[in-house]
């Protein structure tokens, strides 16, 4: 199902199929793409391993820390080329009291990395002191927002369901004659059924920091 579909779906059922429209195609694209992301942001679709510019950190040998996709919700593995085992976790608080001055330390082979101390950044510890990669397996958001003719990134069994969270929008529109709060929140609490209650920021942050960049499933 494209981009173009799931808004003539939705034109549809909310009965807007003769011109002029109560919604335009860029309202509902909006609505489309913005459903998408909170769909992978409640159940956490999106498992990537394989997009090199998503999932691949080219380690130069020198820095102690390197960008983060910002589309990057929760790192599940990260395997360096160094090694055959995965990197470990551990919190930079964990270092500070196990291992002062370790900001300073370097190694040819890191065994772990600090997930809480920067801002969309991947750091190994030790500093590497060998240039190399790291490959990660993650949770991540949609790649790109979809034009007309793109499908949802999402499996197509999931694709109809965004459309509760397109009419939800839709019916919470400031305009008297689409207002309608009662299908709005309809329209939503069957968009939750499919993918979860909202995964707020503070939740996302939470686990990030608490449970290193990784999730529990079913903790939202």
């Known amino acids: 199902m494209t981009l173009d579909d799931l808004i003539a779906q939705a034109r549809l059922r909310a009965q807007d199929t003769v011109a002029p429209y109560l919604w335009s195609n860029a309202e509902w694209m909006a609505y489309a ?29 020198v820095s102690p820390t390197f960008e983060l996709d910002p589309r990057v919700l929760f790192i599940r593995r990260a ?6 085992v995965p990197l470990k976790r551990i919190g930079y608080q964990d270092l500070d009291k196990q291992a002062p001055g370790w900001e300073d330390e370097t190694s040819a082979s ?19 002191s060998v240039s190399g990669t790291v490959k990660l397996t993650v949770v991540r958001l949609p ?7 793109d499908e949802p990134e999402i499996k197509p069994q999931f694709h109809d369901s965004l459309l509760y969270w397109m009419l939800h929008k839709a019916y919470a529109k400031q305009d008297s004659e689409v207002t309608d709060k009662k299908l709005s929140m309809d329209n939503l609490a069957l968009f939750e059924q499919e993918f979860g209650k909202k995964s707020s920021a503070i939740d ?8 290193n960049y990784t999730e529990s499933e079913g903790n939202y």
Not at 79 to 84: L, V
Not at 111 to 128: G, L, S
């Open 33 to 61: 793409n913005e459903a998408q992301r909170e769909a992978c942001r409640r159940a956490r679709l999106i498992v990537d391993s394989s997009t090199a510019a998503i999932c691949t950190i080219t380690v130069d040998g």
């Open 79 to 84: 395997k360096p080329s160094w090694s055959s």
């Open 110 to 128: 890191p065994a772990w990395y600090v997930p809480d101390m920067d801002e969309n950044k991947f750091r190994p510890y030790p500093t590497p």
């Open 143 to 149: 790649l790109e927002d979809m034009g007309l003719s």
């Open 204 to 211: 996302e942050t939470w686990l990030q920091r608490e449970a």
